[in-house]
């Protein structure tokens, strides 16, 4: 899998920013954990989850937080709201969640914030030992846990929702054709409550597949 140019990774964010544009309510993604990838890489996985997300109408904004205190988490939390955690592994939660499971999404019980999600650095580690980018992995992982919290609980049979992601869907994802299902788009436009960005600003990118 090659990796994806600067070009490329701006042309996943123009709907994105078109959303944003629009005035459409965003998702904000708080983490107060180191990412357990360099900065390029960690802008690519990102460009990942906002290309899927802004068929949608619906960016995505990141905030990356030195404390619990940090100005740039100091904002009210609110129903679209995300916190974002790296874990490890231990024998008890392996089992819980499978072997071949990214990460898992905990819903926010209190309607606060959509919830939480746990993202497994073991599990990427393993995924880039079979030759998939640690970028891809993590797009691909947070954005099917960004589906669990904005979707009814299961697993489709289809797309980004797979219980299991097969060496086709990787290959899917590389070239940004791996995405929601239009039921499942349908579903989280009405629970983030955005208004549609006009599909006209979100032609198909070249090199991405059909969107």
Same mark, same amino acid.
Request: proline share 8%; net charge neutral.
């Given at each position: 899998?090659?990796?994806?140019?600067?070009? *490329?990774?701006?042309?996943?964010?123009?709907?994105?920013?078109?959303?944003? @544009? #629009?005035?459409?309510?965003?998702?904000?993604? %708080?983490?107060?954990?180191?990412?357990? *990838?360099?900065?390029?890489? =960690? %802008?690519? @996985?990102?460009?990942?989850? #906002?290309? $899927?997300? !802004?068929?949608?109408? $619906?960016?995505?904004?990141?905030?990356?937080?030195? !404390?619990?205190?940090?100005? #740039?988490?100091?904002?009210?939390?609110? +129903?679209?709201? $995300?916190?974002?955690?790296?874990?490890? %592994?231990?024998?008890?939660?392996?089992?819980?969640?499978?072997?071949? @499971?990214?990460? %898992?999404?905990?819903?926010?019980?209190?309607?606060?914030?959509?919830?939480?999600?746990?993202?497994?650095?073991?599990?990427?580690?393993?995924?880039? #030992?079979?030759?998939?980018?640690?970028?891809?992995?993590?797009? $691909?992982?947070?954005?099917?846990?960004?589906?669990?919290?904005? =979707?009814?609980?299961?697993?489709?049979?289809?797309?980004?929702?797979?219980?299991?992601? /097969?060496?086709?869907?990787?290959?899917?994802?590389?070239?940004?054709? =791996?995405?929601?299902?239009?039921?499942?788009? /349908?579903?989280?436009?009405?629970?983030?409550? +955005?208004?549609?960005?006009? *599909?006209?600003?979100?032609?198909?990118?070249?090199?991405?597949?059909? =969107?």
């Amino acid at each position: 899998m090659s990796r994806r140019s600067p070009a *490329l990774i701006t042309l996943f964010t123009l709907c994105a920013l078109a959303a944003a @544009a #629009e005035g459409n309510p965003p998702i904000t993604v %708080r983490s107060w954990d180191k990412a357990p *990838l360099g900065p390029d890489a =960690l %802008r690519r @996985a990102q460009a990942f989850v #906002e290309h $899927v997300f !802004s068929r949608v109408g $619906v960016a995505l904004v990141w905030r990356w937080c030195g !404390s619990e205190e940090g100005p #740039e988490c100091a904002a009210p939390v609110g +129903p679209n709201d $995300v916190r974002l955690r790296f874990v490890r %592994r231990g024998e008890e939660l392996a089992a819980e969640t499978g072997d071949q @499971a990214g990460g %898992r999404a905990l819903r926010a019980t209190d309607g606060t914030a959509a919830g939480t999600i746990e993202v497994f650095e073991d599990r990427l580690q393993e995924l880039n #030992e079979d030759a998939i980018p640690l970028d891809l992995a993590l797009g $691909v992982v947070l954005a099917h846990e960004l589906g669990h919290l904005f =979707l009814p609980p299961g697993h489709s049979t289809l797309g980004l929702m797979k219980r299991l992601i /097969a060496e086709s869907d990787w290959t899917k994802a590389a070239r940004g054709a =791996l995405r929601f299902t239009p039921d499942e788009y /349908a579903v989280i436009r009405q629970r983030v409550q +955005p208004r549609r960005v006009p *599909l006209e600003l979100c032609p198909p990118p070249a090199g991405l597949g059909a =969107l």
